[in-house]
Each structure stands twice: as C-alpha cells, then as structure tokens.
C-alpha cells in the first residue's frame, strides 16, 4: 500500500520532532550523568585526601598514634560515607570502622547501593579501597585503608533533579508533537503541488523524452533547485546518450579494420590466393598488434578507473619527473623542428611516480603529436603551499570549442574519420584523467582551433 506525500510529510515532521526529543534527552542525560559521575568522583578523591591528611597530621601532632583522635576522625569519615582501617608500621591495626561499628558500615553501602540502583538498574558498584601511607616527617609510620562504595554515588537530590529534567523534556515532546500536527499538515499542502509537477516531468524523460523541460517557477528554494537539477538532467542524459552511441560506433570502428583486414588475409591463405610468404605474415602480426594494444589500452584504463585501483605513494620531485619525461621526447621534438621550453620549479608531491609519469607521457606525446613542424612547446611546473601544478601548452592545431567537453570521454577523438595517422584510440586523456582524479587532484583544458592547447595539471603535495 502506498502512501501519499502529505501522509509521510506530516508523519515525517512528527518522527523528526520525537526523534529530536530521543536524542536530546539521551544526550543531555548522558553530559549530566557524566558531569555528575566526574564530580562524584573528584568529591570523593578530595575526602579521601582529606582523611589520609587529617590521620598524618595527628600522628605528628601527638607525637604518635592517639586512639581518641583516630577514633574522632572514622566516626567523622563515615557520616561521609568512607571507611578507614589505620594500621601501625608493624601491621597492627588501631582503629577499624567495622569493628567500631560494623552494622552502620554494612547499612551505608547498603543505601547507596539501593539509591543508584533506583537510578540505574545497569549500574553496576560495590565496596572498594584504597591504601595510603602515613607521612610521619619523610617516614611511614603506618598504613591508612579507606573504604567507600564505588566507583561513584548520587545523593537523593541529585536523583531527584535528574527525574525533573526528564519531566520536562516529555512535556517538551508533547507540545512539538503538537505543533508539527499543524505545521506538517501546512508545509505538506504547499509542498505537494510543485512536486507533482516535477515527478510527471520526470516520468518523460525518464520514458527517453529528454526535450522536455520544467518552465514553472517555484519561490521555494530547494522546489527550484529541484527543477533545475531535473532539466539538466534531461540535458546531459541528451548529451550522454549521443555520446552513448557514438561510442558503439568508435569501438566497432577500432575493432573493424584491423578484423577485417585479419580476415581477407585468412580467406586469400584458405582459397590459395596467396601464399602465407613473410611479408603477408609480417602484416597479419601487426594487425594482432594493433588489436593487442586496444586490448591493453582498455585494462589499462579499467585499472585506472576501478575503485581497487593501488597507488605506490612516494616522495618524489614532480618538476625532475617531467624534465625526465620530456627528455625522453628530446629526438623526436627535434626531428619535427619544434621548440621546447622548461621552466620547471622543485615541487615535492606524495604520489604513485610511474602512474604520474603516465600521465605527462600522455600530455607530451599529445603536444608532440598534434603540434606541426617548427612549432613550440611549453612546459611549466610551479606550485603553491598545498598544490603542485603542471602546464603544457603548445601551438599544435588547437581543439573546437564543440569538442572540448568530451576530450576526457573514452574513446573519444576530434578526427571523426579516427585516422590512426592523426592519433590513437582516444584513451590516453581518459587515462590521464583517471589517475589525476586517484591522487585527488584536477586536470582541465584550454584550447582554441589553431591556436594550441593547455594543459593545466594539479596535484595535491
């Protein structure tokens, strides 16, 4: 059985406002029960302290152990609730006040067991002692054990003030209970109609009708947000649906060439066409070739893009790590006469080297590739107090502005006919971006038709 919105906004308001009044009175009843718990406990150090001292300094009082003064100070501890047994250097003892009065001490643990039992029937005490020497001028003249319940105890006004507090949070619960009656059932009622409309909008594009937009205006913030995210929703399903296609279409189009090329060499060999002589061979190896390196290409990238993807951080030099890789480049900058320009700054990042060294192999050999004779490239590596930053810009033949967002899609590339001499499968900014995005940080593009592209690359130390 399905229920309506306003049903489960009005029960929402009252769950919220019973849910608040759990957790506040949980919540103040834990800080209470701890603050009080700690000041028990620090009252009942500080007498304890109190006694040990008052014992120690009737000994070096009177010179000795006096019987009256000892006996005077147990009666005193027990109207506080403590015990003590003093004993003498030799182990004799001098007062005990279970011995004074054993029935007294048995009746008070007695009633502060039964007091926190009332309040917590979890709670879980019972007699313990401490043992303390007697401070006779740098010497211990004897032992005092003092005995108490523990590890804390309430009083019959602190139990009291407790059940207060938690009559008055219930009383609170009861008038929030009834004033989220009357403003759920208002809030439900405005609510109710603009969301209709948004849900039977999104019924269409969800039936693939991505044309359709939302043009009422909503004065509620969050109805308006809504109906904005839905219509770019609608606008980027449009979008990833043409890319949706396009990539079948890239994927066979990778895949068909080097197949059917396989497979004309495979039937002239079955029909005696042509003789399986090196060369042909040599052709049909390369064609694996070409297939093998999709296949890579496309682990590599599932590697790079799944959650279990492992990076072997490292401290390293970002600046060295890219004047390495672009050196590596050096022979073929020079035989296309293109200029190269480092201006690198020492900049120590925590990252994978060989995943980052990846990811500047792929932006130099793009630089490389799409920058013609006598060109420039400029690689720059700089930083801030928390980013190190990577620049490659160069003046190849630029990217249209139509293209630009979907140069980081799989598969995607700027030369509709995917001619291999222009470029490869549309997977290494793919790569690039997967990796940057692992070490938590950003690569964005700037680009203009013959004028070149940037590369910005940022990476958190």
Not at 409 to 426: I, M, V, W
Not at 431 to 455: D, L, N, Q, R, W
Request: aromatic share 8%; charged share 25%.
């Amino acid at each position: 059985m399905k229920t309506s919105l306003k049903v489960k906004l009005w029960m929402a308001f009252i769950g919220i406002a019973l849910f608040l009044y759990l957790t506040i009175s949980v919540l103040a009843n834990v800080v209470l029960d701890a603050q009080f718990k700690q000041y028990t406990i620090n009252k009942l150090d500080q007498k304890i302290k109190d006694t040990v001292a008052l014992v120690s300094e009737s000994y070096q009082r009177f010179g000795g152990w006096d019987a009256a003064s000892l006996e005077n100070i147990g009666v005193n501890a027990l109207k506080e609730g403590l015990m003590i047994r003093v004993t003498d250097d030799s182990g004799a003892v001098l007062w005990d006040a279970r011995e004074h009065n054993n029935g007294l001490c048995m009746a008070i643990l007695k009633n502060m067991a039964e007091n926190m039992q009332s309040y917590n029937t979890r709670f879980k005490g019972g007699y313990e002692e401490k043992e303390f020497a007697v401070d006779a001028g740098g010497d211990a003249a004897g032992r005092v054990a003092v005995g108490y319940y523990g590890p804390y105890f309430y009083s019959d006004l602190d139990i009291q003030f407790l059940g207060t507090l938690n009559s008055l949070l219930l009383w609170a619960a009861l008038g929030s209970v009834a004033v989220c009656l009357v403003f759920g059932a208002y809030m439900a009622r405005r609510l109710t109609s603009p969301i209709a409309r948004v849900v039977k909008t999104a019924g269409r594009i969800a039936k693939g009708d991505f044309n359709d937009r939302i043009d009422e205006e909503s004065s509620t913030k969050e109805i308006a947000e809504l109906t904005d995210s839905i219509n770019t929703l609608a606008q980027t399903l449009d979008s990833q649906e043409a890319l949706r296609k396009r990539l079948t279409a890239d994927v066979a189009h990778e895949l068909r060439t080097p197949l059917a090329t396989l497979q004309s060499h495979v039937e002239a060999f079955i029909d005696g066409v042509w003789e399986p002589d090196e060369a042909r061979l040599k052709g049909f190896h390369e064609e694996i070739l070409r297939l093998s390196k999709l296949v890579g290409e496309l682990e590599q990238l599932s590697r790079y893009e799944g959650e279990s993807l492992v990076l072997n951080v490292e401290t390293f030099d970002l600046a060295e790590l890219v004047r390495g890789v672009a050196a590596n480049f050096e022979g073929e900058f020079g035989k296309k006469g293109i200029e190269v320009s480092l201006d690198t700054q020492e900049q120590y990042i925590e990252a994978d080297r060989d995943k980052i060294s990846q990811v500047f192999i792929n932006l130099i050999s793009n630089a490389l590739k799409y920058t013609g004779e006598g060109g420039r490239v400029e690689i720059r590596v700089s930083g801030t107090p928390h980013d190190a930053k990577a620049e490659i810009r160069d003046t190849g033949v630029g990217i249209s502005a139509e293209d630009l967002p979907y140069i980081f899609e799989r598969f995607y590339r700027t030369d509709k006919s995917r001619n291999r001499a222009t470029g490869g499968a549309g997977i290494g900014l793919t790569i690039v971006k997967s990796i940057v995005e692992a070490h938590k940080g950003s690569v964005t593009v700037e680009s203009e038709p013959g004028k070149g592209s940037a590369f910005f690359v940022t990476l958190p130390k």
